[in-house]
């Protein structure tokens, strides 16, 4: 059985895209952010949650790993100026395709998965994606949902039971800036990011990554 990587959160989407992987026959190892202080507990628990859900339907238990991505928030709010935060998002993304990666390397994964959908939200323009998927080069990143209607993906979320989950997790994330860039480019986002020890962060990531064990839910 192949193994991917899966970025799951608490929303809609990454939930779907981790029951389709499941349903193809896919052994998805779930990440999740944990952003605490700038975040409380009901994001992460949600996307517990939605594994526990989802390994039901494999019938199975899963691996998960949270990633403690508040050192992440406090980099950018110490190196970056005010104008520069508005890629707070897409540097975020990127360093959890990076803690993804180095998980896949570990579990002798093949892909990272996401339940990303094009436009769905400012960080998931094609601009926004080419920049995102550039942290981790030509490493395979699959995308279940990414030409999905909304309407079809709240239709399935509905159907199997991660609907409400995701929508009573409301717990805002507030390192999120008012005004995200929506079409970012790397020859102008390098020179930003390369202000934060991105080597370093990742290690303090990884080296801070806490299993959580995922088994199919009773009865």
């Known amino acids: 059985m192949e193994k991917v990587v899966h970025l799951l959160s608490a929303g809609i989407d990454s939930p779907v895209a981790g029951y389709l992987l499941v349903k193809s026959g896919f052994e998805p190892i779930f990440l999740t952010g944990d952003a605490v202080p700038y975040a409380t507990d009901v994001t992460r628990n949600a996307a517990i949650a939605h594994a526990r859900k989802i390994a039901t339907f494999a019938g199975r238990a899963l691996k998960m790993l949270v990633a403690p991505t508040g050192p992440v928030y406090k980099a950018v709010q110490a190196a970056w100026s005010e104008s520069e935060l508005k890629y707070t998002c897409i540097f975020c993304k ?34 926004n994606l080419a920049l995102i998927q550039q942290a981790v080069g030509s490493f395979l990143v699959v995308r279940p949902l990414l030409t999905w209607d909304k309407a079809e993906v709240i239709k399935l979320a ?22 995200p860039i929506t079409h970012g480019k790397i020859e102008t986002f390098a020179p930003i990011e390369s202000k934060v020890d991105v080597s370093g962060l990742l290690e303090t990531i990884v080296a801070g990554l806490q299993p959580v064990d995922i088994d199919p839910e009773e009865g």
């Open 94 to 127: 990127r360093m959890l395709y990076r803690v993804a990666r180095e998980v896949a390397s570990r579990e002798r994964a093949q892909a990272i998965s996401t339940g990303e959908i094009i436009g769905e939200q400012a960080s998931q323009t094609i601009d």
């Open 158 to 179: 509905r159907e199997i039971g991660t609907l409400d989950i995701s929508t009573s997790a409301k717990d805002p994330c507030k390192a999120v800036p008012r005004y």
